[in-house]
């Protein structure tokens, strides 16, 4: 069984477009994560929930909405597609342990998103 | 400028030799890890390290944290092949919850 699981893996599709990729975790965790890998490999956080709830929001444009139907899902929804959200989106998941501590973050194999 | 810095950025070596790659900030950390991320998958996480001068083996893996937990290096010894991949560290600033900054990344590739 996939701990984390995302889909799709590929998304290819044109500028303007609306794209949606969903990830769900078995691991039981409450907390959940959305990771944009550019280029260059650079991991940078845009969003994460705990128990649902929105705990950290990056400068991301409004263009992107997260949602988390229930603890074990995490959605990103793209609206507009820019030439520029090419990347690869990785979702992840932890437990927390305290407040200063992310604990393990296990990732999903990460959605490959390409803008034309 | 990223908030950590890792060094080198690319490394290509040849199978048995020995490397250090280094992974620095300005700012202090609570807590840093060291992830591997192969082709095609998300990052692993290999150790974490929470307390300053803390250093961990890992099998051919040395991961130390520095005195002042702003830096922390790895040290492969004798590479092999199955080496072969992306190093991320990554940390949890001081004071803040929850939010784990990855580094710059080194891709290392070890030859046969």
């Known amino acids: 069984d996939t701990a984390v699981s995302q889909t799709p893996k590929y998304l290819v599709t044109q500028m303007g477009n609306d794209k949606s990729i969903k990830c769900e975790q078995n691991l039981g965790h409450d907390t959940m994560y959305w990771y944009k890998q550019d280029s260059k490999k650079f991991l940078k956080i845009m969003f994460s929930y705990n128990n649902k709830e929105l705990i950290i929001n990056e400068t991301v444009p409004n263009r992107f909405s997260p949602k988390s139907p229930d603890k074990a899902h995490l959605n990103l929804h793209i609206n507009s597609l820019e030439l520029g959200d090419s990347a690869v989106y990785f979702c992840a998941s932890s437990q927390v342990i305290s407040g200063s501590f992310a604990g393990e973050l296990f990732f999903g194999e990460g959605s490959r998103l390409t803008v034309l | 400028t990223q908030l950590l810095e890792q060094s080198p950025q690319f490394l290509s070596i040849q199978e048995g030799e020995n490397l250090t790659v280094y992974c620095n900030s300005s700012s202090v950390f609570s807590s840093l890890q060291w992830y591997r991320q192969e082709p095609g998958e998300g990052p692993v996480l290999l150790v974490t390290v929470v307390t300053g001068g803390e250093v961990k083996k890992l099998k051919r893996l040395t991961f130390q944290f520095g005195d002042a937990r702003k830096d922390s290096s790895l040290h492969i010894t004798a590479a092999q092949p199955g080496d072969t991949g992306l190093y991320l560290c990554?940390?949890?600033?001081?004071?803040?919850?929850?939010?784990?900054?990855f580094g710059t990344g080194t891709l290392l590739a070890v030859q046969p």
């Open positions: 990554a940390g949890v600033k001081d004071g803040a919850t929850n939010k784990l900054i």
